[in-house]
C-alpha cells in the first residue's frame, strides 16, 4: 500500500514540473551579445627591450573579431594616445603579432624614441574599415647610434712640450644623440687611441668621463707617443675614437664613434748622459769646444765640480751633444725657468742673445747639481773625492745581513757614481737604503726601480715579488764584489775583492769623542771598497788620530797630518794640522757625525 502511494506521488510531482516549464518557455526571450573587435590588455605592461637577446620576442598581443573576419589585420604604434602619426609595426591575417627586440628597437629608433628612458608607446588594430581599442606599453629601448666627435677636428695636428707636462694639450668633445637627462642607465665614455691605420687592434685608453669632454695633457699623451713607435720630434699619425659604455641590466653596452686622426709630435724625455758647458763664466771651458766643462748624469741628476767666474761676460750655457759643437740641442736660462726650476741665486738670465746664464757670485770653483726630479739648479762647495748622490748605499734583508738595523752592508760611493763593496749573499730578499739614521724610513730602491730606469742587472738578481718588490739573489750563495754604476746604469757581481790592505782603521783622539785619547772605544772606520775606508764617525773641535792595529794599541803605527800631507792626498778642509807633538789631525769644521771617507787609490779624505 506505500509504495502505490509513493508512485501516485511522483506522478503529481512530474504533472506539475511538466506544466511549469511549458509556462516558462512561453515566457523567456534569447539574445546573442554584439560581435566584437577587441584588442586583448597584455598582461605585460613594461617593456625593456634587451640588446643582449635581440631575436626574443619583443611583444607579442592577440584581439578578438567576430566583426571583419577575415580580414587583413594592420598593427600600428603611436607615441601619443590620439595616434597624430601612427606608425605602421606590420601585417597579418591572423589574431596576434609579435616583434622581435632588434626589430621594435629599429621602429622606436626611426621614430626619434630615447634610449633608456621609459617611453608611452600605444598599439592598436586597424582592419581599413575598423579599428581597435588602444592598449599602452612602457618601453625602454637601447642605444644604436653612435657619438659623434666634433672636436678636434681629423687632420689636425699637435706639438706636445715638456714645459708643463701637466698642461692640457688636446680637448676632445663629443655628441651622445641617444642619451639625455631621462636616460635611465648610467654611461660612461672612454677616448681610445691606436696608431693609425691599424683599426684599433691595439687599443689604449686616454681617460674615462661621465661627461660629453675630455683633457688630455701633454705628459700622458706624450708618454703613450713615444711608448707606441713615435719618436721625439717627429709627427706621427694616430687614430682616436669615443667608446660609450651603458651599464644596463643586462650588461655593459658599447658603442664606438667613427675615428679622426691626428698628428702628434712627442718630445724627448730621455736624459743626455752628460751635459756640456761652454761659455766664458766656464772658466775652463770658453767659448769653444776644445775643452767642455762634463757635468755626468747619475739617476736624474747632472753634477760635478766647475770653475766659474763672472768675468768676461760671466754666461754659459748648457749642451747636450758635444759632437754637434753649436748644432747641439742646448738648455738656456729660460729654459730652466719655464719648467719652474728653482735656480741658485749666483746665478741669472744673461739677457744677450740666447738668454744665456749669467753667473754673478764670487770666482772660484763650486759643485754645481741639476735636480731634474726637484727641479733645482744649486751651488756647493768642490767635492773632493767620489762624486755620487749618496755616499753610501746600505743593503738590508735576509739575503745579506738579515732584516734589521744591527749591521747593514755598506757599500760605499767609490767614483763618479758607482758605489762598490764585498757583500756575503744568501738565497732570500735584501733592499738597498740611504740612511742609517732614518732606517725603515730613509729613501730605499727596489728591484723596479732599476730595471725601470733601464738598468741591466746581473742575472743572479730578480724581482723577488714580495710585498715590496725587493731584489733576490739567486745564484751561490757566498761573497762577492758588488758594484752600482748609476753612471753607465749597471749592477753586477764578480769575485770578493781584497779590497784593503787592512780590514779597518782606527782612530783615537778628543777629536772623536766616541773614543777619546785611550783605548776601550776606538773608532773604527771599516774598509768598504778598493782602497777605500768608510763609515760615520762624530767629530768635536779637537785632534786625533789614524791607527793600523788596535791589539799593539799605543805602538800601533799611526798616520798623522804630515803623513798624508805628504803622500800627496787632497785633504777635506775640515780638517788641518793640530800642530801638537804629534801633528795629528784637527777637526775645525761644525761639531756633529758626518760620513768620512779615506781613498787610498785616489788619495783623498772627505767629509760629508
Known amino acids: 500500500m506505500k509504495n502505490y502511494i509513493k508512485k501516485l506521488s511522483y506522478l503529481f510531482l512530474s504533472l ?56 587583413t589585420y594592420t598593427v600600428e604604434m603611436s607615441t601619443d594616445a590620439e595616434f597624430t602619426n601612427p606608425i605602421a609595426l606590420g601585417s597579418t591575417d591572423k589574431n596576434n603579432f609579435s616583434m622581435t627586440v632588434s626589430e621594435f628597437n629599429t621602429v622606436l629608433d626611426n621614430a626619434g624614441v630615447q634610449s633608456f628612458s621609459a617611453t608611452a608607446v600605444y598599439m592598436r588594430v586597424n582592419t581599413g574599415a575598423a579599428i581597435s581599442n588602444v592598449v599602452l606599453f612602457q618601453v625602454s629601448k637601447f642605444a644604436v647610434q653612435l657619438p659623434t666627435i666634433t672636436a678636434p677636428n681629423s687632420g689636425d695636428s699637435f706639438t706636445l712640450s715638456d714645459v708643463d707636462p701637466d698642461a692640457v694639450a688636446m680637448t676632445v668633445t663629443w655628441e651622445d644623440p641617444e642619451i639625455t637627462t631621462t636616460s635611465t642607465v648610467d654611461v660612461t665614455y672612454q677616448l681610445e687611441v691606436a696608431e693609425a691605420g691599424t683599426d684599433f687592434a691595439n687599443v689604449f685608453s686616454l681617460g674615462e668621463t661621465e661627461e660629453n669632454t675630455l683633457d688630455i695633457n701633454h705628459g700622458n699623451l706624450n708618454t703613450y707617443v713615444l ?17 660609450a659604455i651603458a651599464r644596463t641590466a643586462a650588461g655593459d653596452l658599447f658603442r664606438s664613434s667613427a675615428a679622426i686622426t691626428l698628428s702628434i709630435t712627442p718630445y724627448d724625455v730621455a736624459l743626455a748622459p752628460i751635459l756640456y758647458v761652454v761659455g766664458a763664466g766656464a772658466v775652463d771651458a770658453g767659448w769653444g769646444w776644445d775643452s767642455p766643462v762634463e757635468l755626468v748624469l747619475q739617476g736624474k741628476k747632472w753634477s760635478g765640480n766647475i770653475n766659474l767666474s763672472p768675468d768676461n761676460g760671466g754666461n754659459f750655457r748648457f749642451f747636450t751633444d758635444a759632437s754637434l759643437t753649436w748644432g747641439s740641442p ?5 729654459y730652466f725657468t719655464d ?34 726630479d726637484s727641479k733645482t739648479i744649486t751651488l756647493g762647495p768642490p767635492v773632493v773625492g767620489p762624486n755620487c748622490n749618496y755616499d753610501q748605499l746600505w743593503v738590508v734583508g735576509a739575503g745579506a745581513n738579515g732584516w734589521n738595523w744591527d749591521n747593514p752592508v755598506q757599500i760605499a760611493c767609490t767614483g763618479t757614481g758607482v758605489y762598490e763593496g764585498n757583500i756575503d749573499l744568501k738565497n732570500d730578499a ?24 733601464g738598468y741591466t742587472i746581473d742575472a743572479n738578481f730578480e724581482n723577488a715579488g714580495d710585498g715590496d718588490s725587493n731584489f733576490r739573489f739567486i745564484g751561490t750563495p757566498g761573497v762577492y764584489f758588488l758594484q752600482i754604476d748609476d753612471v753607465n746604469k749597471t749592477i753586477t757581481l764578480g769575485p770578493e775583492q781584497s779590497q784593503c790592505d787592512l780590514d779597518q782603521l782606527w782612530l783615537v783622539g778628543a777629536g772623536v769623542p766616541d773614543a777619546g785619547w785611550g783605548w776601550a772605544s776606538p773608532v773604527a772606520l771599516p774598509c768598504t771598497g778598493a782602497g777605500i775606508y768608510s763609515g760615520e764617525v762624530t767629530f768635536a773641535n779637537d785632534a786625533f788620530r789614524f791607527f793600523l792595529d788596535r791589539t799593539l794599541e799605543w805602538g800601533s803605527p799611526s798616520y798623522n797630518f804630515p803623513y798624508y800631507e805628504g803622500e800627496g792626498y787632497t785633504i777635506d778642509a775640515n780638517f788641518e794640522n793640530a800642530a801638537d807633538g804629534d801633528s795629528n789631525l784637527k777637526f775645525v769644521g761644525t761639531p756633529g757625525t758626518y760620513t768620512l771617507t779615506v781613498d787610498t787609490a785616489n788619495k783623498t779624505i772627505t767629509l760629508n
Open 339 to 372: 719648467r719652474n726650476y728653482t735656480i741658485d741665486s749666483n746665478f741669472e738670465d744673461a739677457m744677450d742673445g740666447d738668454n744665456n746664464f749669467l753667473f754673478t757670485g764670487t770666482a772660484g770653483e763650486y759643485f754645481i747639481e741639476i735636480d731634474t
Open 330 to 334: 742646448s738648455f738656456n736660462f729660460p
Open 227 to 243: 711608448d707606441n713607435n713615435g719618436e721625439a720630434g717627429n709627427a706621427k699619425d694616430f687614430d682616436f675614437r669615443i667608446k
Open 430 to 453: 735584501f733592499r738597498f737604503f740611504t740612511d742609517t739614521a732614518t732606517q725603515w724610513g730613509s729613501t730605499n730602491f727596489n728591484y723596479p726601480f732599476y730595471a725601470d730606469a
Open 16 to 71: 506539475t514540473l511538466l506544466l511549469g516549464a511549458c509556462d516558462v518557455e512561453e515566457s523567456l526571450t534569447i539574445t546573442s551579445p554584439d560581435p566584437e573587435f577587441v584588442l586583448n590588455t597584455p598582461g605585460i605592461s613594461n617593456i625593456f627591450l634587451n640588446f643582449e637577446l635581440p631575436d626574443n620576442p619583443a611583444f607579442t598581443i592577440n584581439w578578438i573579431d567576430e566583426v571583419n573576419a577575415p580580414a
